[in-house]
């Protein structure tokens, strides 16, 4: 009996690498950033930009109620008339000063809501660092959507496909004082670049969400809803079983992919492999 706890007592030590042992079964969820990323949000906060008309006109018009409302107080904007043979915006005034402070920005995108025109709203680039508080003072110059309607890239900006799409997504999901026979209906105008946005997914059936890439809150968060809400087929032993089948669904695709990644992997290293041998003969 004294020789069976003395062992028990070795071996405890390696009861320490239970969930180590247990982690080298399941997929691996590290990727190689920066090089890979995962897909961000399709309401990610990110960096600001200052739209166009699709006349190629501004939409900002000067009014500084983004300024106003900041409770950071990193926005400066200054209005000015416009001139009446070369208007720069539809309105009597436009944005003549336009400044963002990213060292105090917080990203709350109460700025986004108070435009009355939705001239400024946030893309999906949140990756960008300075080396100088003089580069964090974004300028109008700067904010604003070139020629083409796609925002500027600075050179300390990490932009990545779909960063600009779709930004401020959760501004054409609301209906205007509550009114949900409005959700849903197109009552913004286009962008230069990109056209009339596709309208969110809100409380209502008119949603896009193939374009938006959003997923409905009774598909993903039915947990938090109330019985009455919830489909008889997803209560009691069925939606035991229904849920478990949704989650081996998702975990196959989840092993699929990291066999994929780990296919690539190891063709990359095949062919790294081939190109040194070339190179040495």
Same mark, same amino acid.
């Given at each position: ?23 080298? =079964?399941?997929?691996?969820? =590290? ?107 974004? =300028?109008?110059?700067?904010?604003? =959507? ?136």
């Amino acid at each position: 009996m004294g020789v069976l706890s003395a062992i028990r007592e070795d071996v405890k030590f390696f009861g320490g690498f239970k969930l180590t042992f247990e982690h080298l =079964t399941r997929p691996r969820v =590290t990727r190689q950033y920066p090089d890979e990323k995962l897909p961000k949000q399709p309401r990610q906060h990110g960096r600001h930009v200052l739209n166009r008309y699709e006349d190629g006109m501004e939409k900002c018009i000067g009014c500084e109620l983004c300024a106003g409302v900041c409770p950071a107080d990193c926005i400066y904007v200054r209005g000015l008339d416009n001139p009446p043979d070369a208007p720069v915006s539809p309105g009597e005034r436009y944005g003549y000063v336009y400044e963002i402070n990213y060292l105090r920005c917080i990203h709350c995108d109460l700025c986004v809501e108070a435009c009355p025109t939705e001239a400024i709203t946030e893309s999906k680039l949140f990756e960008f660092s300075f080396t100088n508080r003089a580069d964090a003072i974004y =300028t109008k110059a700067e904010l604003l =959507t070139g020629d083409d309607g796609k925002p500027k890239k600075m050179p300390w900006e990490d932009w990545r496909e779909g960063d600009d799409a779709l930004t401020s997504g959760w501004m054409r999901a609301v209906a205007p004082s509550g009114n949900a026979s409005y959700e849903g209906e197109v009552q913004w105008s286009g962008e230069l670049g990109y056209g009339v946005r596709a309208p969110e997914g809100g409380q209502s059936s008119r949603r896009d969400d193939a374009a938006t890439g959003m997923l409905a809150v009774r598909d993903v968060l039915e947990g938090h809803l109330l019985d009455r809400d919830i489909p008889p087929a997803h209560r009691g032993m069925r939606g035991r079983l229904w849920r478990a089948k949704i989650s081996a669904q998702r975990n196959r695709r989840k092993m699929q992919r990291s066999r994929d990644r780990l296919k690539e992997l190891r063709g990359a290293r095949a062919e790294a492999k081939a190109a040194k041998k070339r190179g040495g003969a």
